[in-house]
């Protein structure tokens, strides 16, 4: 840059400046700037994994809440509501923590992959949630549960993988603290 063009810009800038200092509508304190407020979630923090092994179940801690998440291929038989043996392993185990510290309240909500037709994933969810619901009402009496189920609904896989369908069968139990 010429030193007269390096001239011709400062004199800009000072003009510049001093047309905004002159300016009452223009004053950085009359000027008001808009504010937003953002608020973020707690993060969901996983504590453990009770089987890395046979992909049974993950839980993850919440400020509010513990959800524990049943893997439909595990816990149930093909296309049934029967709670199978691990099932009931993990089962007894969330209901022997639950008799030392009992949540204010235990949902339990049943979700399925798309293979079959829509009434017949809803049922299959709500009956499998029942099923979970019913067993551990019979191991900690006096829980307040409630059970549903979304069928194909809400999917977290990608119902064209066999791994994503995997996903996407399970239970989960939300126990409120």
């Known amino acids: 840059m010429t030193m007269m063009r390096r001239r011709a810009v400062a004199a800009a ?15 950085a304190d009359k000027v008001e700037w ?3 407020t ?21 839980t993850a801690e919440q400020p509010d809440a513990t959800v524990t998440t049943l ?3 595990v816990n149930f038989e093909v296309d049934s509501d029967q709670l ?3 099932a009931k392993e993990v089962l007894d185990s969330l209901a022997s ?6 949540p204010s309240t235990v949902s339990v909500m049943g979700h399925t992959d798309s293979v079959a037709d829509d009434a017949h994933n809803l049922d299959l969810s709500k009956r499998r949630a029942k099923a979970v619901g019913d067993y551990l009402t019979g191991k900690v009496p006096g829980l ?34």
């Open 71 to 73: 893997s439909g291929d």
């Open 34 to 36: 808009p504010v937003a």
């Open 144 to 177: 307040s549960i409630t059970t549903d189920g979304k069928g194909e609904a809400e999917p977290i896989g990608d119902n064209e993988t066999d791994e994503g369908r995997a996903q996407n069968r399970r239970v989960e139990i939300r126990a409120q603290k």
């Open 84 to 86: 199978t043996a691990r």
């Open 13 to 27: 800038a000072l003009a510049l400046v001093a047309a905004v200092g002159a300016s009452p509508a223009l004053a």
């Open 97 to 102: 923590e639950w008799t030392k510290a009992k």
């Open 38 to 58: 953002i608020e973020f979630p707690e993060p969901v923090k996983i504590i453990f994994s009770v089987s890395t092994i046979d992909g049974a179940v993950a």
